[in-house]
Nanobody, 122 residues
Framework: QLVESGGGLVQPEGSLRLSCAASGFTWDYYVIGWFRQAPGKEREGVSCISSSDETTYYADSVKGRFTISEDNATNTVYLQMNNLKPEDTAVYYC?????????????????WGQGTQVTVSS
């Protein structure tokens, strides 16, 4: 089970940190990702990380602003989001799949959290 937290309402240029906690399994040999879906748009990959070799991916739209990290001690993956923009508004989902690195696209991930809303607005 994956449980996201940390979403909310923030002003433009503000920051939020999303958390994804795993229960029932550990992150060993998993690829974990953050995805988002805005109203009327398809779900897209924001950032992914491989627990085995720390490979990371960032969508061009968030490079330099978002940072993905993992804490193996607490079995939690974080997404630090800085300099948030209104276009970052979406439901953010954590997803994971066992195995080696793969593309950060939704169909390649089998396990999903329930999502957390992020709204960037003044």
């Amino acid at each position: 089970q994956l449980v996201e937290s940390g979403g909310g309402l923030v002003q433009p240029e503000g920051s939020l940190r999303l958390s994804c906690a795993a229960s029932g399994f550990t992150w060993d040999y998993y690829v974990i990702g953050w995805f988002r879906q805005a109203p009327g748009k398809e779900r897209e990959g924001v950032s992914c990380i491989s627990s085995s070799d720390e490979t990371t991916y960032y969508a061009d739209s968030v490079k330099g602003r978002f940072t993905i990290s993992e804490d193996n001690a607490t079995n939690t993956v974080y997404l630090q989001m800085n300099n948030l923009k209104p276009e970052d508004t979406a439901v953010y989902y954590c997803a994971a799949d066992p195995g080696l690195w793969r593309l950060c696209v939704p169909p390649l991930y089998d396990y999903w959290g329930q999502g957390t809303q992020v709204t960037v607005s003044s």
